[in-house]
């Protein structure tokens, strides 16, 4: 499914247009481009999330890890383990 476009208006260095036209063909090069700015954008986004999320899981708010993530996920394996039933 085609996605629908708009044409945008924006400057780039003379050499990495010269660049772009002698590498990318005339009709790919808008696609080029716009693929090269999604990636861009995604690495954003993605160190965004990255600094908002910085210390999340700090002891401050999650003291049940105070004594290691690999202690927290024993205890939580070990109390969802089903109880056996001693047989008299």
Not at 7 to 36: H, W, Y
Not at 60 to 78: D, S
Request: no cysteine; aromatic share 6%; hydrophobic share 40%.
């Amino acid at each position: 499914m085609a996605t629908a476009t708009k044409q945008a208006n924006f400057t780039l260095p003379e050499d990495l247009l010269d660049e772009l036209k002698a590498l990318v063909p005339r009709g790919a090069q808008s696609k080029v481009v716009g693929d090269a700015l999604r990636n861009e954008l995604t690495r954003i986004k993605f160190r965004q999330a990255l600094t908002k999320s910085f210390g999340a899981w700090g002891r401050g708010r999650h003291p049940e890890l105070e004594k290691g993530a690999r202690q927290f996920v024993r205890l939580l394996r070990k109390s969802s383990r089903p109880t056996r039933i001693a047989r008299s």
